[in-house]
C-alpha cells in the first residue's frame, strides 16, 4: 500500500499547466529546479492522449491537516519525498534525481524497481513544475497517462 501511495505521490508531484504567457514552447528553467515543491495537482489520461497543456487537473488532498505531501530536489542530485499519512505519520523516501533537457529521472532507493521513472517536464518556472509520465516502453501495457503540478514552497 505505501508503494502504491509513493507511486500516486510522485505521480503528483509532477504537473503540468500553462501560463497567460506561455506561447506554446515548454518553458523550463533548469535553475528553478532546486528547492521543495508541494504537491498541487493531478490528472490521469489514457495512453495516447495528446498533451497541450490545457488540460483540466484535479486539487491533489493532501491526507493529514496540518503538513503537505513534498518534493524536495537538492543542488548535488539528491531527491527526498515527503509523504504525510492522516494521521501524520510521515514516510520520507530518499533518491536522485538528474535533469536532461525535458528530462526528470527519479530514483528512490527503497523503491528502486518501481520508482526509477522518467517524466517528461512539461513546464518548469520558478513557481510551478508540471511533469508527464510518458507510456511505459513495449511490453507493457499501460493505462494511463499521469500528469501532475507542483507549487515550490519558498
Same mark, same amino acid.
Given at each position: 500500500m505505501k508503494k502504491l501511495l509513493f507511486l500516486l505521490n510522485t505521480s503528483l508531484l509532477l504537473l503540468f499547466s500553462c501560463s497567460s504567457g506561455d506561447d506554446g514552447n515548454n518553458n523550463v528553467q533548469s535553475d528553478f529546479l532546486v528547492g521543495t515543491?508541494? =504537491?498541487? %495537482? =493531478?490528472? %490521469?489520461?489514457?495512453?495516447?492522449? $495528446?498533451?497541450?497543456?490545457?488540460?483540466? *487537473? +484535479? &486539487?491533489? /488532498?493532501?491526507?493529514c491537516p496540518t503538513q503537505k505531501n513534498n518534493m524536495v530536489?537538492?543542488?548535488?542530485? @539528491? $531527491?527526498?519525498?515527503?509523504? &504525510?499519512? @492522516? !494521521?501524520?505519520?510521515?514516510e520520507i523516501s530518499l533518491?536522485? =534525481? @538528474?535533469? &536532461?533537457?525535458? #528530462? *526528470?529521472?527519479?530514483?528512490?532507493?527503497?523503491? #528502486? !524497481?518501481?520508482?526509477?521513472? +522518467?517524466?517528461? /517536464?512539461? @513546464?518548469?518556472?520558478?513557481?510551478?513544475? #508540471? /511533469? $508527464? $509520465?510518458p507510456n511505459p516502453a513495449p511490453p507493457s501495457d499501460p493505462v494511463e497517462i499521469d500528469v501532475f503540478r507542483f507549487i515550490k514552497i519558498e
Open positions: 515543491w508541494e =504537491y498541487d %495537482a =493531478y490528472s %490521469a489520461f489514457d495512453p495516447g492522449t $495528446a498533451l497541450t497543456g490545457t488540460e483540466q *487537473l +484535479v &486539487n491533489y /488532498i493532501h491526507l530536489f537538492g543542488e548535488g542530485g @539528491s $531527491a527526498k519525498n515527503e509523504f &504525510n499519512y @492522516s !494521521d501524520c505519520n510521515q533518491g536522485t =534525481y @538528474s535533469k &536532461n533537457g525535458f #528530462i *526528470l529521472t527519479l530514483d528512490f532507493e527503497p523503491y #528502486i !524497481d518501481q520508482m526509477d521513472d +522518467v517524466w517528461e /517536464i512539461l @513546464s518548469l518556472t520558478n513557481t510551478t513544475l #508540471i /511533469i $508527464a $509520465a
